[in-house]
């Protein structure tokens, strides 16, 4: 994971310091600094989608602490503003106030002009940087419960009294403030910069420990990445925005879903065709059973039945069965013109009787004749004239 750290000037045309950093190395990729905002585009290409912590410059914010009622709901925090009031020096209404821990009843507040915290996410959103969290300086410093921490930063003095409290400015004019500080407060003072105005300080008789194991930018972002306070919430709460290539990707998959779903619905009309075909098939065939085998009555498993039957009519009694019978006899049906319109076979007399259907009498005595050629016995029972067609039944012996 990489992380790059920027700290904001107060205005567009104020320097700015940034320094990109890499976990997974364990160091500094790259650091430096811009003329002004207008070159904050070019941090894009510092790195392939790096967390961005932006860094202010805490002139530019106050901190407070307040006092709550006791089980004090978090409504109460909308009536924090007006209790500070008469201790911010300007209309409040003009100001923004971002909530930090709170501690018992003692509740963390830091506030800061609208009109600046505006300014700060134009900077960061104009140059296409996401970047979600925004932390004072002095909050990243390391915090001791009875010590301050002090670093220099090009010429300004940077300086963290308490968990929640801290001066930021130039280094020539918070010298003398951060020995006075020190020395009422008998603290000792941790310096993680050179100081132009260290001298000064260890003539004052502070006792003064250096610890510079990292750059100031360095130790910045170290601090703000522990740090849980964020002046971008509320009405600043930045939410991530859609990229472009996501975007492209989003088109992909959508017209990748409508390749699917087209697919889908042409599968479905295939199937509800192929269903309604098996449906029509299925009933021809039980038509069709119930009319070759009307004596089974309802049938459950039509293609078993006619397997079990067929097999009956193959192990047929005799020395012929009515599958050889109707084989050998084909012909004779072709020439007559005879065709069934039933038939019925007697296994134990190997005996074949049929209602059969012709175009004329003679077509009925040429099939008793060519059929008798064959060595069968046939035996007509009475002829019937149906109109343009004759009926007759039929006994055919084995």
């Given at each position: 994971?990489?992380?790059?750290a920027i700290?904001?000037?107060?205005?567009?045309d104020?320097?700015?310091?940034?320094?990109?950093?890499?976990?997974?190395?364990?160091?500094?990729?790259?650091?430096g600094?811009?003329?002004n905002a207008?070159?904050l585009?070019?941090?894009?290409?510092k790195?392939?989608n790096?967390?961005?912590?932006?860094?202010?410059?805490?002139?530019?914010?106050g901190?407070?602490?307040?006092?709550?009622?006791?089980?004090?709901?978090?409504?109460?925090?909308?009536?924090?503003?007006f209790?500070?009031?008469?201790?911010?020096?300007?209309?409040?209404?003009?100001?923004?106030?971002?909530f930090g821990?709170?501690?018992?009843?003692?509740?963390?507040?830091a506030?800061?002009?609208?009109?600046?915290?505006?300014?700060?996410?134009?900077?960061?959103?104009?140059?296409?940087?996401?970047?979600?969290?925004?932390?004072p300086?002095?909050?990243?410093?390391?915090?001791?419960?009875?010590?301050?921490s002090?670093?220099?930063?090009?010429?300004?003095?940077?300086?963290?009294?308490?968990?929640?409290?801290?001066?930021?400015?130039?280094?020539?004019?918070?010298s003398?403030?951060?020995?006075?500080?020190?020395?009422?407060?008998?603290?000792?003072?941790?310096?993680?910069?050179?100081?132009?105005?260290l001298?000064?300080?260890?003539?004052s008789?502070?006792?003064?420990?250096?610890?510079?194991?990292?750059?100031?930018?360095?130790?910045?972002?170290?601090?703000?990445?522990?740090?849980?306070?964020?002046?971008?919430?509320g009405q600043?709460?930045?939410?991530?925005?859609?990229?472009?290539?996501?975007?492209k990707?989003?088109?992909?998959?959508?017209?990748?879903?409508?390749?699917?779903i087209?697919?889908?619905?042409?599968t479905?009309?295939?199937?509800?065709?192929?269903?309604?075909?098996?449906?029509?098939?299925?009933?021809?065939?039980?038509?069709a059973?119930e009319?070759?085998?009307p004596?089974?009555?309802k049938?459950?498993?039509?293609?078993?039945?006619i397997?079990?039957?067929?097999?009956k009519l193959?192990q047929?009694?005799?020395?012929?069965?009515?599958?050889?019978?109707?084989?050998?006899?084909s012909?004779?049906?072709?020439?007559?013109?005879?065709?069934?319109?039933?038939?019925?076979?007697?296994?134990?007399?190997?005996?074949?009787r049929?209602?059969?259907?012709?175009?004329?009498?003679?077509?009925?005595?040429?099939?008793?004749?060519?059929?008798?050629?064959?060595g069968?016995?046939?035996?007509?029972?009475?002829?019937?004239?149906?109109g343009?067609?004759?009926?007759?039944?039929?006994?055919?012996?084995?």
């Amino acid at each position: 994971m990489e992380y790059l750290a920027i700290r904001l000037g107060a205005s567009t045309d104020d320097r700015i310091d940034w320094l990109l950093w890499s976990d997974a190395e364990d160091e500094i990729i790259a650091s430096g600094t811009l003329a002004n905002a207008d070159d904050l585009a070019s941090l894009k290409d510092k790195a392939n989608n790096p967390n961005i912590i932006a860094i202010a410059p805490s002139s530019l914010v106050g901190f407070k602490q307040v006092t709550l009622p006791n089980k004090s709901s978090r409504k109460v925090l909308q009536a924090i503003p007006f209790m500070l009031e008469e201790e911010v020096a300007h209309d409040i209404n003009d100001l923004f106030f971002a909530f930090g821990d709170k501690t018992d009843n003692i509740q963390n507040v830091a506030y800061c002009k609208l009109t600046q915290l505006e300014t700060w996410q134009a900077m960061l959103e104009e140059a296409g940087l996401f970047c979600d969290k925004l932390v004072p300086d002095v909050l990243c410093l390391p915090d001791y419960d009875s010590a301050i921490s002090a670093l220099q930063i090009n010429d300004e003095l940077i300086v963290r009294t308490n968990a929640f409290n801290g001066i930021q400015g130039e280094s020539i004019w918070l010298s003398d403030m951060l020995a006075k500080h020190a020395i009422s407060e008998s603290q000792t003072v941790h310096v993680y910069s050179e100081l132009s105005e260290l001298k000064k300080l260890s003539d004052s008789g502070i006792s003064i420990e250096q610890h510079f194991d990292d750059l100031p930018m360095q130790l910045l972002l170290k601090g703000a990445r522990q740090s849980k306070f964020n002046l971008f919430q509320g009405q600043f709460t930045v939410k991530r925005k859609t990229t472009g290539h996501w975007q492209k990707y989003k088109v992909a998959a959508a017209l990748a879903a409508l390749a699917l779903i087209v697919n889908l619905v042409d599968t479905t009309i295939s199937l509800n065709k192929i269903e309604k075909e098996r449906t029509a098939v299925r009933a021809q065939i039980k038509q069709a059973t119930e009319r070759g085998f009307p004596q089974l009555g309802k049938v459950l498993n039509h293609r078993r039945m006619i397997a079990r039957e067929m097999q009956k009519l193959e192990q047929g009694g005799g020395s012929i069965s009515m599958l050889n019978m109707l084989a050998r006899l084909s012909p004779v049906f072709a020439d007559s013109g005879v065709s069934p319109q039933s038939l019925r076979f007697d296994s134990k007399r190997t005996e074949l009787r049929m209602q059969s259907v012709a175009s004329n009498f003679e077509s009925l005595e040429r099939f008793k004749r060519n059929a008798e050629q064959l060595g069968f016995i046939v035996e007509q029972g009475a002829i019937n004239n149906q109109g343009d067609r004759v009926s007759g039944a039929i006994v055919i012996k084995g």
